[in-house]
C-alpha cells in the first residue's frame, strides 16, 4: 500500500501502532480524521497529550487516576478492610459496573508472566504487602485472569501474604450464569462440581 | 463504564468517536498509550496535527497529496489521456495495487448519496468538467462502488459528460475470480450472463 503523502502514512503508523488495528483500518480512521477541522483533530491530539501529563497512579491502590488518592480509596463509605487484587483499570471498571462490590482495590498492573519478560519486580506487589503489614486489612480476594499466568501470580501473592492474619480468597470459578451446561469446557465443568455449594431457595 | 479519570475520559471519548471503535475498545488503546513514554505520545499526537496541516489536495485530480500536484498527476511516464473516476484515494490504493492502470485519476472525495446529504456540489466534479473541456482527454473510466449512490453518480456524471468526445466505460461487473458460482448473487450472476464475453484461450 503506497500511500501517497508522507504525512498520512506517517499518521497510518502511528495509528496502527495500536494494538489490533491493521493498516488498512487506520487508513480508513485516518481519512476520516482528514476530514475534520484542525481544531476538532487539535482536541484529538492534545487528549492524549494531557492525559500523559496529568493522569497518575492512586499512592494507595495504584489504579488511574487525577489526583494522588483515587476516588475509590479516598471514599470513606467504602470498606477498607477488604481489597480486591486486580490485573488493571479494566478489572476495577468491570467489577465496579456489578455494583455488588464494596471494598477497595490494589491494582497490579499487569500480572506474573515469565513468557512476555514479567516478573513480580515489574508489578505493584510491594504496596500490596505494605499495605497488609499496616494490621486493618481483614480479607485479601485475588481477582486475576483465570489462566496460568493468573494462577502463577495468585501463588506468588499467596505466600507473600500468608504470614499476614487475613484471610485470602479467590473468585469463585464455575459455568457462567446463563451458559448451558454442555458446552462448558472440562476444566470449568470439574472444577464446578468439586466446588458445588449448597443449594439455596 | 464510569472512568476513575476525566483525562482518560477525554482520550476515550476521542479515539471512540472514530469510526467503528467502541468505548470498550478505544479505553483499551487509551491504556495502551498511557504505557508509552511522554515522548511516543507526543510522536503519536503530532502525526495528526502535521497531516492536517501539511496534506493538501492535487489541484489536478483531487487526491491527497503533499505537493500541489500529486505524483501520479506529475509523472510524465502515466497516460494522462485515460482517466478513472474513483470515490477516495483508499480506492486509488486499490487500482494502483493491481498494477495494471497506467492512466491518471480522478478522486470526487465521495459519491451522491440524498440519504447522507451529500449532492454533486459537495464534491470534486467541477473539475472533471474542466479537465474534460480541456479537449486532451480521450477515456474516462468509471470507477465507484456497486452500489445504487455508485449507480447515480455514475449518471450524474455520465449526463454532463456526454457533450464530449470522450469515450466514457464502467469496471465490469461479474463473478469475483475465484468465486463459487454457487455462492454469487441473483443480480451478479444475471449480469455477468448477459454481459457474456468471447471465450480467451
Do not use: W
Not at 19 to 26: D, E, H, L
Not at 82 to 100: F, H, P
Not at 170 to 185: F, I, P
Request: with cysteine; net charge negative; hydrophobic share 40%.
Amino acid at each position: 500500500m503506497k500511500i501517497p503523502s508522507k504525512y498520512i502514512e506517517n499518521a497510518v503508523d502511528q495509528i496502527s501502532s495500536l494494538p489490533g488495528i491493521g493498516k488498512r483500518t487506520a487508513l480508513r480512521l485516518v481519512l476520516q480524521l482528514m476530514s475534520r477541522s484542525k481544531e476538532e483533530i487539535e482536541d484529538f491530539s492534545n487528549a492524549f497529550i494531557l492525559m500523559k501529563e496529568h493522569v497518575k497512579k492512586c499512592s494507595t491502590c495504584g489504579n488511574v487516576s487525577d489526583i494522588e488518592v483515587c476516588i475509590i480509596c479516598s471514599n470513606i463509605a467504602r470498606d477498607n478492610t477488604l481489597i480486591c487484587v486486580v490485573e488493571d483499570v479494566r478489572d476495577v471498571l468491570a467489577i465496579e459496573a456489578t455494583e455488588s462490590y464494596n471494598g477497595v482495590y490494589h491494582v497490579l498492573g499487569g500480572i506474573i508472566s515469565p513468557m512476555d519478560g514479567i516478573g513480580p519486580n515489574d508489578l505493584n506487589i510491594p504496596s500490596l504487602i505494605d499495605r497488609a503489614q499496616q494490621g486493618s486489612v481483614k480479607e485479601i480476594i485475588f481477582a486475576l485472569s483465570a489462566t496460568m499466568e493468573g494462577d502463577t501470580t495468585n501463588f506468588f501473592l499467596y505466600r507473600k501474604l500468608r504470614a499476614f492474619e487475613i484471610s485470602i480468597s479467590t473468585l469463585s470459578r464455575g459455568v457462567s450464569v446463563g451458559a448451558e451446561l454442555q458446552y462448558a469446557d472440562e476444566i470449568t465443568l470439574s472444577r464446578s462440581l468439586i466446588n458445588r455449594q449448597p443449594f439455596e431457595v
